[in-house]
Structures are given as C-alpha cells and as structure tokens.
C-alpha cells in the first residue's frame, strides 16, 4: 500500500467523488494545514489542538517518506530525495515546535508548496 491509498483510506470522503492520486494526496494535505493554521490562530493556551494537528502533519509525511523511499517509487531520484529531506525537515521543525522553541510557520510553508506543486496543470487553449 502506497502514500496514496493509505491518504485516501484515511482522509477520503466513502461515497466521495473519485479523486486523482494527486487530488487526494493535495486534499490530505490541505486539511491537515487548514487544522494547523487554526490551531495556531486560536486559544495560545489549547496547545494540545496544535499537537494533535501536527500528528497528523506528521503521519502524512512519514507516509510520503515511505512512498518515495520505495524502489518502485515512479518520481525522478531528484524529487525524491527533496520529498525525502522535506520529511525530515518536518520531523525536525515539529520537534521545536512542540517543546516551544521554534514557530509553527515553516511547516505550513512547506505544506502550502507541496499543495501548489499538486495542483493540476493548466494547459493553454
């Protein structure tokens, strides 16, 4: 099982519309930051919002850490390792964020990238 069945069974709607794997892994994303941002704009004392979110931030990157370390992975070796190294930059970033040492923004950057670089092309008419 892949990043991307493991996204769906996890954050797809059952009944839902079909969506690309590129659909759902950018949906997966975008809900996990939405959560982040919130829990990062609301009450400074509920911090256990902003580390549930950041869990899950976190489960969704060690799956695409699993996914792009996979020999049958189909992503040139060069996005790969970036996928790879923004994974454990999340790991890193998430750890300070969650003993208070360092700001929460850095993560959402990165899922805002990764959820820009998701998005279907556009071809010209």
Known sequence: MNAHDLALKAYGAPGGPARSPRGTEHAAFSKITQRICAARDADPFNFSALAEALYDNQKL?????MDVADDGNGLS???????FYLAQFSAHQ???V???QAPVDPLIEVNTAIMRGLRPMRTAA
């Open 61 to 65: 990157w060690t799956l695409v850490a």
């Open 94 to 96: 998430t750890k300070l």
């Open 77 to 83: 070796a060069e996005l790969r390792g970036r996928l």
């Open 98 to 100: 969650l003993l208070r």
